[in-house]
């Protein structure tokens, strides 16, 4: 590993420990010409999944993306950004236990509205109402009927 400072590739390890819940591993070196300590991460390579849109196309899987949806739908409601996230990161998990290369939208759109069902039923509404297209209220009231039906 290159030291960051003086690019120097002779460090040695001095702590290493489990991060991001075990996915990786952070280790902390010093490097033996100048002295300076640095962090690195190491974790497994995968292969990017890849999202199949309902019209075909296919692009990469982009958690950014999936959790400005979730951000989106839970705007003014009572849950912390951490939840939105460890929503996503559980979706994104789950399809990657699944999935190998290859994904479809549906998919990913039915898990994160499972899981925002249970969180908050207005942002489940409201990612409903996106995911599934609605054209007019009478929709937005069908699914508020099933929800409290349920």
């Known amino acids: 590993m290159r030291c ?5 590739d002779d460090d040695k390890v001095v702590d290493s420990r489990s991060a991001r819940g075990g996915v990786a591993i952070r280790r902390r070196r010093v490097c033996n010409f100048c002295g300076h300590r640095f962090t690195t991460y190491e974790e497994i390579a995968k292969t ?11 692009e990469p899987l982009d958690r950014q993306k999936m959790l400005a949806g979730v951000l ?3 705007e003014k409601r009572p849950i912390a950004v951490a939840d939105a996230e ?6 994104i998990s789950e399809i990657e236990t699944e999935y190998d290369r290859e994904v479809p939208s549906v998919e990913i759109g039915r898990r994160i ?7 908050d039923e207005v942002a489940y509404v409201r990612f409903a109402s996106v995911y599934r297209r ?3 209220v009478t929709q937005f009231v069908s699914e508020v009927e099933g929800l409290m039906g349920r």
């Open 134 to 136: 609605f054209r007019d």
């Open 4 to 8: 960051p400072k003086c690019g120097e």
């Open 48 to 58: 990017a999944l890849r999202v199949v849109k309902r019209d075909g196309r296919h």
């Open 86 to 91: 460890a929503l996503v990161d559980a979706v």
């Open 113 to 119: 509205m499972s899981r925002l069902e249970k969180l």
């Open 72 to 74: 989106k739908a839970c």
